[in-house]
């Protein structure tokens, strides 16, 4: 399936909304040298370098194609990126700040954990948000799926694969207690975001996994037939308002 950056957007408008309340809550907010990691098309770390009065930011990311976007669109004097995948990740400097948003998640924690903190200095900060693979409105989506649809069988494949990350929220507190951090906070929380319009929905399942494993002339009637039943649970729950609710973990750290 072609990247599209404009549908890249659309679909990232609620983790771009999640982003800024986590931001909000930084004790110290970044300068100095400080590490994205899983940078994505760039946008939303250029906001924060918009942001940044004193420091340079690197943005790294295993795509190519995201790279070279970002490159092209928000590359500056205190921004720049490169492609790298975190698990690694062999850093030649260490950073003040390391942050990461809606990534890690991807990434295998055990690898990606410890080259975090090794790239970190001594009293650097780790802020990170992704998810936990616990409830969100996709997967209450594909619950409803499972009555008398003919996505039956789908919405049960995937639902299954969410089960597999039950325990996923103990897994990445396991793999940080072993890091000496110095100080370690954790959160769960559940969160709703209102979306601006059904494509802003639609653009996020587009961007998903799952879609990419099915037929392209199949995915437009999935993607019209999720968006239809996400359109009833906000019926349903908000009258109508289009929330999205996630549950991402929030993470800060010291070394």
């Known amino acids: 399936?072609?990247?599209?950056?404009?549908?890249?957007?659309?679909?990232?408008?609620?983790?771009?909304?999640?982003?800024?309340?986590?931001?909000?809550?930084?004790?110290?907010?970044?300068?100095?040298?400080?590490?994205?990691?899983?940078?994505?098309?760039?946008?939303?770390?250029?906001?924060?370098?918009?942001?940044?009065?004193?420091?340079?930011?690197?943005?790294?990311?295993?795509?190519?194609?995201?790279?070279?976007?970002?490159?092209?669109?928000?590359?500056?004097?205190?921004?720049?990126?490169?492609?790298?995948?975190?698990?690694?990740?062999?850093?030649?400097?260490?950073?003040?700040?390391?942050?990461?948003?809606?990534?890690?998640?991807?990434?295998?924690?055990?690898?990606?954990?410890?080259?975090?903190?090794?790239?970190?200095?001594?009293?650097?900060?780790f802020y990170a948000v992704f998810s936990s693979f616990s409830d969100n409105s996709i997967l209450q989506a594909w619950h409803e799926l499972t009555i008398n649809s003919r996505y039956m069988d789908l919405a049960q494949h995937n639902i299954k694969a969410f089960n597999l990350y039950t325990d996923y929220f103990y897994r990445v507190f396991a793999v940080l207690n072993k890091l000496p951090f110095k100080k370690l906070k954790l959160e769960l929380e559940t969160v709703k975001i209102c979306l601006p319009s059904m494509e802003h929905f639609k653009g996020l399942l587009l961007t998903l996994p799952f879609m990419k494993k099915i037929p392209e002339e199949n995915q437009d009637d999935l993607s019209n037939t999720l968006c239809d039943v996400f359109q009833k649970i906000c019926q349903r729950k908000y009258d109508g308002e289009l929330y999205y609710e996630t549950r991402p973990i929030f993470l800060e750290a010291i070394k």
């Open 1 to 125: 399936m072609v990247w599209h950056p404009e549908q890249y957007l659309l679909g990232n408008y609620f983790q771009s909304e999640v982003n800024e309340l986590f931001r909000k809550r930084f004790n110290i907010q970044p300068s100095g040298s400080i590490l994205d990691v899983g940078s994505g098309d760039g946008q939303y770390i250029s906001l924060l370098a918009d942001r940044l009065k004193n420091g340079q930011i690197l943005g790294i990311d295993s795509s190519e194609e995201m790279v070279t976007y970002a490159k092209e669109h928000w590359t500056r004097k205190n921004l720049s990126f490169a492609v790298h995948r975190i698990e690694e990740y062999q850093q030649s400097c260490v950073f003040d700040f390391i942050l990461s948003f809606w990534c890690l998640h991807w990434t295998q924690i055990e690898l990606s954990f410890p080259n975090i903190f090794n790239a970190l200095k001594l009293e650097g900060r």
